[in-house]
């Protein structure tokens, strides 16, 4: 439940449906994900971008198979997370 709170987007997949439950996700990330569903047979789980160091990390519920994980994280590129304290602008 942290992790949905704290995270800047999360995307459930259930099968071939994929519904980005909060914030928005890249076009090009979501079409990967529908083409690794269709390719492992429609996993379910949650795919979670958390802030980590400046830039968004992909975790995954427990639930997502770990070469599914790996074939999504290959694809994703590093989106900078916007900072909201004026001060540290850059």
């Known amino acids: 439940m942290l992790k949905a709170i704290t995270a800047h ?5 259930d099968g071939v449906r994929i519904n980005c439950t909060k914030g928005s996700v890249p076009n ?3 079409e990967e994900i ?12 949650k795919i979670y971008g958390m802030p980590r ?13 770990e070469t599914t994980q790996q074939r999504l994280r290959n ?4 989106q ?7 001060g540290l602008r850059k």
Not at 53 to 65: A, N, R, T
Not at 75 to 78: A, I, L, S
């Open 9 to 13: 987007f999360v995307v459930s997949v």
């Open 28 to 30: 090009y990330f979501v």
């Open 34 to 45: 529908k083409a690794v569903s269709q390719a492992t047979r429609a996993f379910k789980g």
């Open 53 to 65: 160091k400046g830039y968004i990390q992909l975790e995954f519920s427990s639930s997502v198979p």
């Open 75 to 78: 694809v994703w590129r590093h």
């Open 80 to 86: 900078p997370v916007k900072s909201s304290k004026p």
